[in-house]
């Protein structure tokens, strides 16, 4: 089988997010239309706050409706309460969940703040959920610059699932300016495994800035490799990278 990644290079990440938001648009409204739910799974960064600000518009000026959107995140750090600003729950709902209609129990996040022996039959019932609503229609990733989806650091291979992990340093670095210092960055995170994102039946990974150009040219154009978890998409029968210019100028 011959491996392509297909990808897309927008000039600006504000156009790249207008047109993933489209089509986010048309199967919400595709499977409202046929009496359906939709699932997907989400990310957060900095990479899809353009993404999110155009659901919303749609929401807002467009009437577009996630009263049929069921959501799964794919990670949140351990140790951080709701309230925490760098939280994965408080990103999302600040940024998309309190601006829209989606349905407060539609809304799946990992939980940060369990006792570590509840963790892995926490990480189990996720896994199972997703099942039960029928698997993700379509995941949104961002890419960190170890190549972490999610956060898949290098050594995660494409049998794991949900589970808790360490971070890697490098992805500690990039977090501890918003945390205000490298220790103060938690050390581990629950998030869905390489396995559980190419169980999704569309990819759609976004990546913005030149500090991404070598990680997105690994992904893509190298290896498939646990040393590079987004490289396992190469795999995936319906991955697309949403990239600006500067992300894209080593392809
Ligand atoms: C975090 C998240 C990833 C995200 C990555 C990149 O580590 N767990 O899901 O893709 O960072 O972040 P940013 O979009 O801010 O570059």
């Known amino acids: ?6 990808y897309e290079v927008f000039d600006t990440p504000q156009e790249a997010a207008k047109k993933l938001a489209a089509e986010v648009a048309q199967l919400i409204r595709s499977r409202a239309a046929e009496g359906k739910g ?18 919303i518009r749609l929401h807002k000026e467009e009437g577009l409706s996630f009263a049929n959107v069921t959501s799964f995140n794919l990670d949140e750090y351990t140790g951080l309460p709701h309230e925490h600003k760098e939280s ?10 309190d601006h829209i209609d989606i349905k407060p129990e539609n809304v799946n996040l990992p939980c940060g703040t369990l006792a570590p022996d509840e963790i892995p039959a926490h990480c189990a019932a996720y ?35 949900t589970r808790q992990v360490t971070l890697d340093d490098l ?4 977090a501890a300016p918003a945390f205000g210092g490298f220790d103060n960055v938690p050390k581990t995170a629950i998030t869905m495994g390489v396995a559980t994102i190419m169980g999704a039946k569309k990819v759609r990974l976004m ?34 990278f949403f990239l600006d210019k500067p992300a894209a100028s080593e392809l």
């Open 171 to 174: 992805t500690k670095t990039d």
């Open 88 to 97: 994965y729950w408080y990103f999302m709902h600040h940024n998309l969940f």
């Open 38 to 55: 939709v699932v997907f799974g989400l990310a957060t960064g900095a990479t899809p706050l353009p993404f999110y600000a155009e659901l």
């Open 1 to 6: 089988m011959e491996l392509a990644m297909n």
């Open 207 to 240: 990546a913005w800035g030149e500090k991404k150009a070598s990680i997105v040219k690994k992904a893509i154009q190298g290896p498939v490799t646990a040393d590079v978890a987004a490289s396992f998409l190469q795999k995936h029968p319906d991955a697309v």
């Open 127 to 161: 896994e199972a959920k997703i099942k039960a609503c029928g698997g993700l229609d379509l995941q949104i990733l961002g890419i960190g610059r170890t190549g972490h989806i999610g956060f898949n650091e290098p050594g995660s291979d494409d049998k794991t699932i």
